[in-house]
C-alpha cells in the first residue's frame, strides 16, 4: 500500500522508516503524551518496534492496529498520524496524534476529513469511533466539530498512568457522513 489518501496539501500513508524519528521525538513529549497509552519515555527502539509489528498487507484485518502518517504533501515532513484500530462488523476505532508545532492549526481535522470518507466509501465501514479522556477538550470539540456524536460516559472505567479516569466514546455511522460523490 503506496498511500491511503491524500488531497491537495495532506498526504495519509503507511508509516515509512525515514518517519520513525520524528514519531519517536513528539510522543516522547510529555504534552503529546498526557492523554495517550504511551508515556514521555518513548524512544526509537519503541518506534521501531511498533513499525515492525505493523504488517501493511493485513490492512482492515479485524483486531489489528495500524498507524497512518499525516505528510505535508509540498514538503513530505511527518506532521502527525492517526491510528486505526480496525473491529469485526466494518467498524473502526481511530485516534490521533500531532507533532507539537503541527497543532493548532486544524490538521487533525483536515487530515479526518480526508480519511472518513476514505474509510466508509472504499472500506465500507458501518461505524468508526474513538475514546478520549473527558480533560482532553480538543480532541472533544475536534470529534464534535466532525458531527461524532458522545454516545457514552464511562465513569473510572480506566486505570490510566496510576488513576482511574473516565472516558468518553463518540462515534459517527456511514449513513450520517455525507460522502463527496467524487469518491463513491
Known sequence: MDMLCADDTLLLRPFEE?????????????EVARFQSWDENYTL?????????????????????FQVAIVR???????????LHFLPQQQVEIGF???PESQHQGLARHALRILLPHLFSKYDIHRV???TDPRNIPAQKLLEALHFRREAHYVKS????????????????REEFLIPESIQ
Do not use: C, H, I
Not at 18 to 29: I, W
Not at 158 to 173: C, I, N, Q, T
Open 158 to 173: 480506566l486505570y490510566f498512568k496510576g488513576s482511574w479516569v473516565d472516558e468518553y466514546r463518540y462515534a459517527l455511522l
Open 129 to 131: 469511533s474513538a475514546l
Open 18 to 30: 525515514s518517519d520513525l524519528k520524528a514519531f519517536a521525538r513528539y510522543r516522547a513529549n510529555p
Open 97 to 99: 496524534t500531532l507533532a
Open 73 to 83: 504533501r509540498a514538503s513530505g515532513k511527518l506532521l502527525g498520524d492517526l491510528a
Open 45 to 65: 527502539k519503541d518506534a521501531t518496534a511498533l513499525f515492525q509489528a505493523m504488517d501493511y498487507s493485513r490492512f482492515t484485518e479485524p483486531g489489528l492496529w
